[in-house]
């Protein structure tokens, strides 16, 4: 024989027990994963290697983006739902007057936006104390409202600009109905007796029908308006070329740069007494106060912080008011339109005068505006075109 194994010479066979007679065979073990290639692309998951399929990142990926997605959906749902409240919030602050009515003869509707805005003088909304405190004089020593502050704000293709008509203009107030039902025959007034005796109806009737141009939207502000919006955006910062006191305001303000608060910014633009050209200086330091006051409105520590926009918005729109068909909007167009002001763009001034010490028969001192150069001033904003220089009264 040969000297082999005989167990290695026969075949395997079954057992009766199912089992295997003869060599049991080794049981062979798995190979080894191979070394990485560092030629390879890499393995599921790694860079260059197949996406992993399983437990890896891409579950975990869609969840995050879910995340991501449903917190944006939030915030935008936040913002848009915070919009909707404010906006209904301050629509429901602003006070409406039947300010312009249709009737006949009224001048056609000109290019660009003209507002006629009124400063109120009424004390009937004043506690004794804030009287007291704003030297304003009770309501029992004045009959019935006035309007120290008349000005027209027109803006569009050109603009803006903020044209003042002086308080004692004499002018030609038209025929009348009074609240008690009483009729009234045009007449030869101040212009300021025409919001005095019939509101603004009868105001802005009467600087159409006398400047031949069409108003668009009335907004009146009070005393205490601008105390509020003032104090609201922190004070205006105003440098005075002279002192200015003024017993009868309250004024008592020294010259150069600095910042007014609410009770001092309204007895500056009511100071009339202790200046050179009263009533005419008086209109110029309003507008100067206006492009101050839209200056600090425009500051980011306003407009972008709610402690600051809320009190000053929610001060500007309850101490106003508006024609029937001004809404939030037209307000926000106006104060967007507006804003060059500020920065000193924009054309200010008074309409033209040719006498300011116009004597009249009952009515005292009263000031004559120049008809040739006051239409041209009023044909340049009718048209929405330049106001020619040279033509509005200033005070330098």
Request: aromatic fraction near 6%; charge should be neutral.
């Amino acid at each position: 024989m040969s000297g082999l194994d005989p167990h290695e010479m026969l075949p395997e066979q079954s057992s009766t027990y199912g089992g295997v007679s003869g060599k049991r065979p080794k049981r062979r073990k798995p190979a080894p994963d191979p070394l990485p290639d560092p030629y390879d692309g890499g393995g599921p998951g790694e860079p260059g290697g197949p996406p992993r399929t399983e437990g890896g990142e891409g579950p975990k990926r869609r969840r995050w983006g879910r995340i991501i997605g449903f917190t944006v959906l939030a915030l935008v749902l936040i913002v848009i739902g915070g919009s909707i409240s404010t906006w209904v919030w301050a629509s429901g602050k602003i006070t409406h007057v039947g300010a312009l009515p249709a009737y006949a003869g009224q001048p056609a509707a000109g290019a660009g936006t003209t507002w006629l805005l009124a400063g109120s003088d009424g004390r009937d909304t004043l506690t004794p104390e804030q009287v007291k405190q704003y030297h304003t004089g009770s309501a029992g020593s004045i009959i019935g409202s006035r309007t120290d502050t008349i000005m027209l704000l027109h803006y569009g293709a050109s603009g803006p600009d903020l044209i003042s008509i002086p308080r004692d203009s004499y002018v030609e107030v038209p025929a009348y109905t009074d609240a008690k039902g009483a009729s009234h025959s045009a007449s030869h007034e101040k212009i300021n007796a025409a919001y005095q005796e019939g509101g603004p109806q009868l105001l802005v009737r009467t600087v159409e029908q006398n400047f031949d141009i069409r108003v668009d939207h009335y907004l009146e502000i009070g005393f205490l308006g601008i105390v509020n919006m003032v104090d609201a955006v922190g004070g205006v910062h105003m440098c005075l070329s002279s002192a200015v006191h003024d017993h009868y305001s309250g004024a008592n303000l020294g010259a150069g740069c600095q910042t007014l608060n609410g009770a001092q910014a309204l007895a500056y633009v009511r100071s009339r007494y202790s200046l050179p050209n009263s009533d005419v200086s008086r209109m110029s330091d309003q507008q100067a106060f206006i492009r101050a006051l839209l200056k600090a409105a425009d500051r980011p520590s306003v407009l972008f912080n709610p402690f600051s926009f809320y009190p000053f918005v929610g001060g500007v729109l309850t101490s106003v008011a508006a024609d029937d068909g001004t809404g939030l909007t037209n307000l926000i167009g106006m104060a967007r339109s507006v804003r060059a002001l500020s920065s000193g763009g924009g054309t200010s001034g008074t309409l033209p005068i040719a006498d300011e010490s116009y004597s009249v028969s009952g009515l005292g001192d009263t000031v004559l505006l120049d008809k040739t150069k006051t239409a041209e001033v009023i044909g340049a904003m009718r048209a929405d075109k330049p106001i020619p220089s040279g033509l509005l009264n200033t005070v330098s």
